[in-house]
Nanobody, 120 residues
């Protein structure tokens, strides 16, 4: 099947930066859109950023100008560069792939989540 492996989370001070990565492996025929979501304690999961196959991007208003999403198609990997981090960015971050397997239809897959904590 498909496995999504996230990395890069951790503890960072306010104003700092961190980069998340999420790599997909398996019998992947094509990847359509990729995205990052986050879920803070007591809150619903929300879209942070997304990138299409044609490299069009979309960001939540709260992260515009601070976060950048990018993708490496050769590595089936999506990145989230986060700068000027604020305590309210603290959450578990999940990657999300809309992809198609060989012989299959397009489906959504989720990473396991990685904790990002912004605190002094």
């Amino acid at each position: 099947q498909v496995q999504l492996v996230e990395s890069g989370g951790g503890l960072v001070q306010p104003g700092g930066s961190i980069r998340l990565s999420c790599a997909a492996s398996g019998s992947i025929f094509s990847i359509n859109a990729m995205g990052w979501y986050r879920q803070a304690p007591g809150k619903e999961r929300e879209l942070v950023a997304a990138i299409t196959r044609g490299d069009s991007t979309n960001y939540a208003d709260s992260v515009k100008g601070r976060f950048t999403i990018s993708r490496n198609n050769a590595k089936n990997t999506v990145y989230l560069q986060m700068t000027s981090l604020k305590p309210e960015d603290t959450a578990v971050y999940y990657c999300n792939f809309n992809l198609r397997l060989f012989g299959g239809s397009s489906q959504i897959y989720w990473g396991q989540g990685t904790q990002v904590t912004v605190s002094s």
